[in-house]
């Protein structure tokens, strides 16, 4: 069963950093790319980040630039994301997602191209 599970969210501070990890069962994650996705109190979905599956590249929206960075483990099998310096409008649900189709460049912002989502974890900053 194919299967993507969030973990790593919490309650932090203005200022400070958490690191989510997004791990895939039941398929090796190896060559998919990854992205990581938001979703805030009515608020649209936002994707800010993805991770390419056969280059490696990094994409990051400007909204995180800078401050989170995107990681892969594939003997973990699993992505990481590490945001630092995180601020009160970085609260909401965090997803990530697999494009099974190997691209050299990915789209956080093509929703459609991704077919396995996670439940997601909750980001909360507040002091």
């Known amino acids: 069963q194919v299967q993507l599970v969030e973990s790593g969210g919490g309650l932090v501070q203005p200022g400070g950093s958490l690191r989510l990890s997004c791990a895939a069962s039941?398929?090796?994650?190896?060559?998919?790319?990854v992205g990581w996705f938001r979703q805030a109190p009515g608020k649209e979905r936002e994707g800010f980040s993805c991770?390419?599956?056969?280059?490696?590249?990094?994409y990051y929206a400007d909204s995180v630039k800078g401050r989170f960075t995107i990681s892969r483990d594939n003997a973990k099998n699993t992505v990481y994301l590490q945001m630092n310096t995180l601020k009160p409008e970085d609260t909401a649900v965090y997803y990530c997602?697999?494009?099974?189709?190997?691209?050299?460049?990915?789209?956080?912002?093509?929703?459609?191209?991704?077919?396995?989502w996670g439940q997601g974890t909750q980001v909360t900053v507040s002091s």
């Open positions: 039941g398929f090796a994650m190896d060559y998919y790319t």
């Open positions: 997602a697999t494009d099974s189709r190997p691209r050299y460049a990915c789209d956080y912002r093509d929703y459609g191209r991704y077919d396995s």
């Open positions: 991770i390419s599956g056969s280059s490696g590249n990094t």
